[in-house]
């Protein structure tokens, strides 16, 4: 695709509920974020994914975070019994090889909502 | 660990004018920084980046300065249009870490 893209674009989700978000990186790109946005502030790095390995997860703020991209393309981002301080956007990015590896895409988020 | 700062978390220029922006990061082995423009209800959008041996880049309307000495850089628009108008991030990367840490961006008004 042009982008990269995120799905839904909003979710609302009752305490306790699990949720799932998509990501569906740059064609091609081998490299994929996630980041978590409060209202008001920068993006917070939650993991990254080289292909189909998860290579950093020091950003996941708790084991109800889980993320995954089995083929090492499309990437989902799983929150287990959420909780009302989940409530942020989700933010992901995806960067190619070489001389470009550095400039993370990003996508237009999944904003949460925890009621 | 690394954090990002910004010195303003707002700024009002009249149309036309040059804008500044500047940022301040903590970590002195931060070798990468880039620049993001985000608009509301978008992600954010990379504007310039610049590497920890270059003191200077410049795009187009943009230029981006790098002061190692006092872990300083700075975002300066010229000529600043409606269209700039949005919240402007500073990021820092190292080696072969690939996360970006994010600044808590300055909120950018153009004046008519």
């Known amino acids: 695709g042009a982008g990269v893209s995120q799905s839904p674009r909003y979710k609302v989700a009752k305490r306790g509920q699990d949720v799932a978000l998509r990501c569906d990186p740059i064609s091609g790109h081998v490299s994929l974020f996630w980041y978590q946005q409060a209202l008001g502030q920068g993006p917070e790095f939650l993991t990254y994914f080289q292909n189909e390995a998860q290579l950093d997860k020091s950003g996941l703020p708790s084991d109800r975070f889980f993320a995954e991209r089995p083929e090492g393309s499309v990437s989902t981002l799983k929150i287990q019994r959420t909780q009302q301080e989940d409530s942020a956007v989700y933010l992901c990015?995806?960067?190619?090889?070489?001389?470009?590896?550095?400039?993370?895409?990003f996508g237009p988020g999944t904003r949460l909502t925890v009621l | 660990g690394e954090s990002v700062g910004l010195h303003l978390p707002t700024l009002s220029v009249q149309e036309g004018d040059n804008s500044i922006i500047n940022c301040a990061y903590s970590n002195s082995a931060s070798d990468y920084f880039i620049w993001y423009k985000q608009e509301s209800g978008k992600g954010p959008q990379f504007i310039i980046d610049i590497r920890s041996n270059m003191d200077k880049r410049q795009g187009q309307r943009v230029t981006v300065l790098l002061n190692k000495t006092v872990k300083h850089l700075s975002l300066q628009i010229a000529a600043t249009q409606p269209g700039d108008s949005a919240v402007y991030f500073c990021a820092a990367g190292r080696g072969s870490a690939r996360q970006l840490t994010f600044g808590s961006g300055t909120q950018l008004t153009v004046l008519p």
């Open positions: 990015a995806s960067s190619g090889s070489g001389s470009s590896q550095n400039e993370q895409f």
